[in-house]
């Protein structure tokens, strides 16, 4: 529990110079006397380059653990570092080299494409911007719809102009809450290969929150599964298919989310 | 990848000047957004301007004093679209849920503030240049003729409108947008108290105290010396500027303890109520 020695949950790959290192991270509300735990004494590393799933049902604590390492939450005790980092205390040395996407957050519709793209651009201080642009919306095959506003983008186009928006700066890090939510299954394949790609060429670590497990079978090479705020279980995808004695990361979830997940260990070994 | 000074104080320009492109882009996509700049101050000034001929001609004082009234609405007007400027531009982010995308870049608090500020000046500018024309053309009443004096009655009313402003933005990004309304009558407070239309003399003694706390109140007592009485009060407009300087002060630190509130309580990532 926050701040009281209950370390259930030991992380499973050690990582030596981790891009992302939470570390006993805890976020805890009170209201009128009702105590929450959202996240509850989580520790992983996360090492450069790898593409690492968050898999939780709604209210795990996956968007509060991301946004304790974006510097938008603080915690209540423990650490997240980026790049060494403290977050939220040190955010200004590391968040020029960071970025996210959500279908929480919004881009301002009454603007263009290519005027979001050219303020955060600008904020992030990107060189060759209006270069960096036109490559970006090629890229996610937005060039055709760079001068359209945002709000007038169907659900799929919004999802890959905040892309555009989250990859604009090539960030060494990147957060990712359900990036292919509403996009049909041909898009999601395509921005999936995107993300793939982005990844082997920046050597960009990536932490994506989803509820689509073929998408983090495929993508991730490690699963970090929560529940109630805690962390259940972390590992590779073909590990935990062992581990559980299942044929899909579907099955996994839901032996973990309807409290089926030790028995199925036990049945496994 | 350009390399990022790390400390919150750090100002970029560049970063000001993309906030305020954003907000112009804004300006630029909705007539219905300008239009709402004009409609308002155009309305006040004719009411007044109408209301001053009326008892000008009724009365020898009034008679004397003409454009007293007119111009009480138009520094009123720089006091009020100030603030709403400064916070309306803010709420257009939690509006269109943005903030967030905001709050994790690189921009700095002190760098959207500034941002805040200028595009304060520019929606002030759109509504109140054409209505100080209308002024001129309707009543005959030349805001301008003030001279160096609007320089330092602008100059202080700019400064509360901010720190106003900054603190509301506070209030609205700690608690949502259920805090809007704040936004748009908090200002309506001071009217009664700052002696817009009438001198401090008028309000009972223990409520001039309040009144002379409060900055605008030495703009709207200066601009009265100057209309009736043709004196420029220096005094009065250094109090102002002294007092603005302690509240601007106060505002930006009551800005900062909300916006670690909202980092401790998780209401940077949501934009509603």
Known sequence: ?269 | MSAAPTSSLTLSVQRINAMVLRYLYLLRSSWPRVLDLIYWPAVQLFVWGFLQFYVAQNSGFFARAAGMFIGAVLLWDILFRGQLGFSVSFLEEMWSRNLANLMFSPLRPFEFVAALMVMSIVRLAIGMVPVTILAIFFFGFNLYSFGFALAAFFLNLILTSWSVGIVVSGVVMRNGLGAETLAWTVMFVLMPLTCVYYPVSVLPAWLQGIAWALPPTYVFEGMRALVLEHTFRADLMLAAFALNLVYFAIAVAVFLALLRSARRIGSLLQSGE
Not at chain 1, 2 to 11: L, Y
Not at chain 1, 237 to 258: H, K, M, Q, S, W
């Open chain 1, 1 to 269: 529990m926050c701040g009281i020695e209950n370390h259930r949950f030991e992380p499973r790959v050690p990582v030596s110079f981790p891009t992302i290192d939470v570390d006993r991270l805890c976020k805890v509300y009170t209201s009128k006397g009702k105590v929450t735990r959202a996240v509850d004494d989580i520790s992983f590393a996360l090492a450069p380059g790898t593409i690492t799933g968050l898999l939780g049902g709604n209210g795990a604590g996956k968007t509060t653990t991301i946004a304790m390492i974006l510097g938008l939450l603080e915690p209540t005790s423990g650490h997240a570092r980026v790049m060494g980092a403290e977050m939220p205390r040190e955010r200004y040395r590391v968040l020029h080299r960071m970025n996210f996407e959500s279908p929480y957050v919004d881009m301002p519709n009454r603007l263009t494409v290519r005027q979001n793209l050219t303020v955060f651009g600008r904020l992030y201080a990107v060189e060759d911007l209006r270069e960096r642009i036109l490559a970006t919306a090629a890229e996610l095959d937005l060039s055709d719809l760079l001068d359209r506003p945002t709000g007038k983008l169907s659900a799929g186009q919004k999802t890959r102009a905040s892309l555009a928006k989250a990859l604009i700066n090539r960030p060494d890090v990147l957060l990712l809450d359900e990036p292919t939510a509403s996009l049909d299954p041909d898009t999601a394949d395509w921005v999936r290969s995107h993300l793939e790609r982005y990844r082997a060429e920046q050597n960009a670590t990536v932490l994506l929150a989803s509820h689509n497990m073929a998408e983090v079978e495929r993508l991730c090479e490690r699963v970090i599964i929560m529940k109630q705020g805690k962390i259940e279980d972390d590992a590779a995808p073909d590990v935990l298919l062992r581990r559980y004695g299942r044929d899909n990361l579907e099955d996994v979830f839901l032996d973990v989310a309807r409290g089926r997940g030790e028995a199925s260990r036990e049945a496994a070994q």
